[in-house]
């Protein structure tokens, strides 16, 4: 199986920096896109910032221009470095890998455990 391992998570006053790290580890062939989604208390998940194999990002508005994806893929992990925090960042994030298991399988997506981001005065 495939374990994804976020650290870097905690409370920041607003206008501060953050950076999350994930690392994917287990039985893994290959990983495609890895990426980043949020879930504030009361709302859905939502995607935050999404990377694949070749560098190629993506970013929700409420993002651009503060955060960025980067990932190692010697290291199978991604990063979301978090500048210019808002309250209305304040969610659990969580990572999500697309990972293929066996040669020539299909790609499996796996999430990690989730890691509080709170930003406030």
């Known amino acids: 199986q495939v374990q994804l391992v976020e650290s870097g998570g905690g409370l920041v006053q607003p206008g501060g920096s953050l950076r999350l790290s994930c690392a994917a580890s287990g039985s893994i062939i290959s990983i495609n896109a890895m990426g980043w989604y949020r879930q504030a208390l009361g709302k859905e998940r939502e995607t935050v910032a999404r990377i694949t194999t070749s560098g190629t990002t993506i970013y929700a508005d409420s993002v651009k221009g503060r955060f960025t994806v980067s990932r190692d893929n010697a290291k199978n992990t991604v990063y979301l470095q978090m500048n210019s925090l808002k309250p209305e960042d304040t969610a659990v994030y969580y990572c999500?890998?697309?990972?293929?298991?066996?040669?020539?399988?299909?790609?499996?997506?796996?999430w990690g455990q989730g890691t509080q981001v709170t930003v406030s005065s």
């Open positions: 999500n890998a697309i990972v293929q298991l066996q040669i020539g399988g299909p790609y499996f997506s796996f």
